[in-house]
Each structure stands twice: as C-alpha cells, then as structure tokens.
C-alpha cells in the first residue's frame, strides 16, 4: 500500500511536524497520528495513511448523494475511505469514519478505469470525510478531467481556507453537510466549527455548484429560530442554493434516538422556504 507524503505541513524542530489541511492544525510528534487518524509523522514528514484505501465502491444513481433534481439520470461510481476530521455521534456512516472497516487498495488511475468501465460520467466521494484524504481526491480529480468525467464531493466543509480552495479548483459538485445552527452544538458534538464551515461556503459558492444537506434530528437540531436562521444565511449567497433535509435514522451513539418523523421534516421545509426556492426532503 502506498504510503503518500502529505500536502499542506510544515516540518518543524526535533521531527515534529504540523498539519495545516484542517483547522486542527494537528501538532504531531514523531510516530503520531492527527485526529482525523489518517495522517501520520513519520520521521519528521506528514504522510496520508489512507492514500488508495478504499472501503465502498459502488455504481449508484448521482441523486443519491443526495442533490437536486437536475442530476436525475447521471450515474456515479460512489466511493469512499476511512477517517473523519469531525466526531459527530449521530454519523450515518460511523464505522467508516470513526471506527474502521476493511479496505482495499486502488490507485487513482484504477478508480477512472472502474467510472468508466461501468459508464459512469461522475465520481462520487462520499461515505467518511473525503477531503482529509485530499491528495487522493486531487489525484483522481486530475485523471477525471483528462477523461471527461465529473466529481462530486460530499464533505463536513471543515478544512483550512488555501486546501478549502484547491479542492474546490478541481471539482464539480460540493455538497456540504451542516450540522446543526448552534456553534456550541458544533464544538462540543461534532468537535467542529460552524463559522469556519460558513466561511468555507461563502467563499466557495459562487465557483462551483453548490448543494447544502442537513440532517434533521428530533429534538436535537430543528429549532425552528435556528432553521430560519440557516435559511435566511445561505439566502444571502442565494435563495437558489439548494437545501436538502435529511431524515435521521438512528446510529452509532444515538442508536436509541427516535428517527426523525416525516411531520418535523416537512414543517422545516416550509420554515425555510420563506428564504430559498429549492428545499427538499430526503430520506422519507
Ligand atoms: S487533517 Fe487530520 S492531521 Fe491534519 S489537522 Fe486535520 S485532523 Fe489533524
């Protein structure tokens, strides 16, 4: 397996080395993983462990991301790793992100080869936090535009702003997920930072199409105040900006959590479309 020296470090005295791809900025000392527990010190240099790790892959339809409804028809090869920047306890796709599951190996050029034997147009990174693993998303990237497909990619939108940028340089479709409106809920749950993640969008969206998801947790995150607020914030990029509400399904450590009910979804739908055109329910 390839072990793939980093991008965005900084070497620093004695072999240490600090990671500068997420607002964590690990501070690793030799032998050391960051939190997103893919990228490793090794000696002084900063090397991405889950390089060509693949934990899913599969065709699929593109809406299942999900995204609007002008992508009905395009198939995706769907794919993703291990390792996440963020430890959200509701995560849908846990054992992939926070606890581990068998991998294979697969290069860049491979995944392409895979698209486009299965006559897939688009590339799909989803499953744990793609954009920890960004050298490999880049890699393949590159590859899809010298073949003509496209990608999308699902992310916690938590990076740093120059790796935020390049990601978004080389992609065509970014779908971040918002966890919730309060800042504290962001920090203390999901060990997060709602404005950093704003901040990203904002400066992202007007050069890239972009979708927003939320996963809408009963009693959890559908304040209607905090619901409105999100509307009226992502209105100010534009009220054309697609909003998908995504049903919660009980999992990992809220695995005793009540799903969240079709009558909550549908009353945030029309909280929010007082401020955006295109709000959608997923999931029901
Ligand atoms: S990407 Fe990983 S190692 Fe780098 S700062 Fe973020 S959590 Fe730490």
């Known amino acids: 397996m390839i ?3 980093a991008s965005y470090y900084i070497s620093l005295r004695q072999d240490y080395v600090e990671c500068k791809l997420c607002p964590h900025n690990c501070y690793l000392m030799p032998s050391r993983l960051g939190l997103c527990g893919v990228r490793s010190n090794r000696d002084g240099k900063l ?16 809406m299942e991301l999900p995204l609007s409804p002008e992508f009905k028809g395009k198939d995706a090869l769907f794919i993703g790793s291990i390792g996440c920047n963020l430890k959200c306890p509701f ?4 054992q992939a992100s926070q606890v581990g599951v068998p991998t294979r190996g697969m290069m860049p050029d491979a995944v392409v080869e895979k698209a486009l034997a299965e006559e897939c147009g688009w590339i799909a990174f989803t499953y744990n936090e793609p954009t920890i693993g960004l050298e490999f998303v880049l890699d ?14 699902h992310t916690n939108g938590f990076l740093n702003p120059t790796p935020f940028a390049e990601l978004v340089k080389n992609i065509d479709i970014l779908l971040v997920d918002i966890k919730s409106w309060n800042s ?16 990203n969008i904002a400066s992202a ?30 209105a100010g990029l534009s009220p054309e ?7 919660f399904q009980p999992s990992f450590r809220y695995a005793n959590h009540k799903e969240t009910s079709p009558v909550c979804l549908y009353q945030l739908q029309r909280v929010v479309h007082h401020y955006l055109k295109n709000v959608f329910v997923a999931g029901v």
């Open 3 to 5: 072990q793939k020296e």
């Open 47 to 62: 090397y991405l462990i889950n390089y060509g790790k693949i934990s899913h892959i599969e065709k699929k339809s593109l």
């Open 91 to 94: 995560c849908l796709h846990w």
């Open 241 to 247: 900006v697609p909003l998908h509400l995504i049903k």
């Open 140 to 153: 393949v990237a590159r590859l899809c535009k010298e073949k003509k497909l496209s990608v999308a990619v």
């Open 184 to 199: 504290e809920f962001y920090q203390v749950e999901c060990g997060g930072s709602k404005e950093i993640i704003l901040k």
């Open 205 to 234: 969206y007007k050069n890239i199409h972009l979708e927003i998801s939320y996963l809408v947790i009963e009693g959890v995150n559908d304040q209607e105040e905090g619901m409105s607020e999100l509307g009226e914030w992502i």
